[in-house]
């Protein structure tokens, strides 16, 4: 949709509104690229002058007459790793059941929440159990890391049990649609210990109201594929056409020596309306993984042919045709190139040393043929070397030695995926805390800012803005340029793991613990919904 800049007058203020377009997936495109060209957006959020977000006195909830450019704030969890996205009039974020808005559903649970666009009112939730084997595939009280994507009437999503859902978009308020029924059952797995080992026990079936969510159908990655997810499964579907491609979260054992499933798939392939497999990757991961999978796949077309690209656990960036070929009795997405990301040097230290090689948690971004990815490790190994990398998407094969347009080396460990304006200016985090700013086309560095907090989240720009969180609650905005502007600094009052992203005039920032939207052009104090 074309950007609109919009001005009218009313009570004698100007109000201009961004460009009327939704954020459905992370990244808001298949390129994955962390841009919007939105119009409008506020760059200051509060009255306070030491930039803090206020609560009512002994309660976590907010204070909305102390905030600037508040649209409606929502209470969350008490951790919210899954980023928002925002279609068909709805919001969606991933979070924990510490703040249960069903007491029907208590204790340890991964929720889905869908709010309404316009007023933040909750429109249904997606209850997910625990796995029963615990915190090796399933850690407590994470929540639903994923970004779900948003296409047509369906939400594509994966679960803390390492599934892939599609739902419906209205939840339950339309019925019980699709061949999934058993939502009622679904919802109530419960652990317990049954001679010391943790077992799923039958619990009495809870039927679904207009606020639930509404599975059309379910893939289960443990099950059918025998994957094993380290501590958490985590992955924002891509979808190019009919199908559905996903991560699928396999890592190590416990002990951090073993890969349980060394010949399970790292990327498959789905068919969007069924759920049925189609394909995986034909790369062969699996043995090389050097903790967990925990990268998105992205898309774009490099000289008019479509392709996938997926950061591996083994820190090579691949390349495949988004068309799986029949091999054998399977089907594979065949690799068109692949990267090695780390440089020759860090092979001689042993990970996860600081000084060692990494994986891909990043997403590759695409950008004018040309991909972009940083390396990184789990955050609970701490801080370390990185490595961003500018790619040749058009080359085939290993293309290690000949694939490299620049690289830059003086970037900490990154969870970061890259944020590039038409211009050409690229802004990226890494876990260190540090804001880099670069040219995209040449690697040249503009200038870096310390967060002096760690960053999990990734840089977001829209309207000439850069705007950034960090693990001790701040939220920074730049000036999008090549000279280093801060333009605000606010404090949310929780830990931001999560990425900014602008939809519809409307800027969404999750900490922890809320959801805040912020629209641009009214000052007045905004409004708590429930």
């Known amino acids: 949709m074309n950007s609109k800049l919009i001005c009218c007058v009313a009570l004698g203020v100007a109000y201009f509104s961004a460009s009327a377009e939704d954020w459905p997936q992370w990244g808001g495109a298949t390129t994955r690229n962390m841009y919007s060209p939105a119009k409008g957006l506020p760059d200051h959020f509060t009255k306070d002058k030491n930039g803090e ?16 450019n508040l649209k409606w704030v929502v209470k969350l969890g008490s951790q919210s790793y899954g980023n928002v996205t925002v279609a068909k009039g709805k919001v969606f ?28 009112e909750l429109a249904w939730q997606q209850v997910v159990p625990k796995l029963a084997s615990g915190k090796v595939n399933d850690w407590e009280a994470l929540g639903l890391l994923s970004s779900p994507t ?12 390492c599934e892939v859902l599609c739902l419906d978009v209205n939840g339950m308020a339309n019925g019980n649609d699709g061949p999934f029924k058993d939502e009622a059952k679904y919802v ?32 289960d990655m443990i099950d059918e594929l025998g994957v094993f997810p380290h501590n958490a499964s985590d992955c924002a579907p891509l979808i190019v056409g009919d199908v559905v491609y996903v991560n699928t979260s396999n890592g190590q054992d416990w002990g951090h020596s073993n890969i349980p499933s060394p010949n399970a798939p790292s990327l498959i392939a789905l068919d969007k309306k069924t759920g049925e497999l ?26 008019g042919k479509q392709y996938v690209f997926y950061g591996g656990g083994d820190g090579v960036c691949y390349a495949f045709d988004t068309k799986p070929v029949k091999e054998g009795d399977a089907n594979y997405l065949k690799k068109v190139w692949w990267y090695d990301c780390n440089p020759p040097e ?55 030695k000949t694939g490299k347009i620049w690289s830059y080396d003086k970037i900490h460990r990154s969870l970061s995926t890259a944020s590039i304006t038409p211009e050409g200016l690229l802004f990226i985090g890494d876990f260190s ?20 907090a760690h960053i999990w989240g990734s840089t977001l720009v829209a309207d000439g803005k850069v705007y950034v969180g960090d693990e001790d609650g701040g939220l920074v ?37 809320h959801l805040f939207a912020f629209a641009g052009s009214p000052t007045a104090p905004g409004t708590l919904k429930p």
């Open 188 to 219: 109530v797995k419960d652990v317990i210990l049954d001679k010391g080992k943790p077992t799923e026990r039958p619990a009495p079936p809870i039927e679904p109201g207009p606020k639930d969510g509404d599975i059309i159908w379910r893939y």
């Open 93 to 120: 974020i991933g979070t924990n059941n510490e703040s249960p808005r069903d007491k029907r559903h208590l204790g340890d649970r991964s929720i889905l929440m869908c709010f309404d666009e316009k007023t933040g």
């Open 53 to 68: 977000i206020k609560f009512k006195p002994g309660t976590d909830d907010v204070d909305p007459a102390n905030i600037l």
């Open 346 to 400: 860090r092979k001689k230290f042993k990970y996860p040393d600081p000084e060692g090689p990494s994986e891909i948690n990043a997403t590759p971004v695409l950008w004018k043929n040309r991909i972009y990815i940083a390396v990184g490790q789990d955050p609970e190994h701490g801080e370390g070397v990185g490595n961003l990398t500018c790619i040749d998407a058009t080359k085939t094969g290993d293309i290690t």
């Open 150 to 161: 948003i296409e047509n009437d369906r939400v594509y999503v994966v679960s803390s049990r």
């Open 477 to 513: 905005v730049f000036e999008a340029s090549k000279e280093k502007k801060v333009l605000s600094e606010t404090n949310l009052g929780a830990p931001v793991y999560s990425t900014p992203v602008a939809a519809n005039g409307v800027l969404y920032i999750s900490s922890n613990s």
């Open 433 to 452: 805390g540090y804001v880099h700013c670069l040219d995209a086309e040449t690697g040249k560095l503009y200038w870096t800012h310390d967060m002096k």
């Open 278 to 303: 189609i394909g995986e990757d034909d790369a062969k991961i699996g043995p090389r993984i050097f903790h967990g999978l925990w990268s998105s796949p992205s898309a774009g077309a490099v000289n």
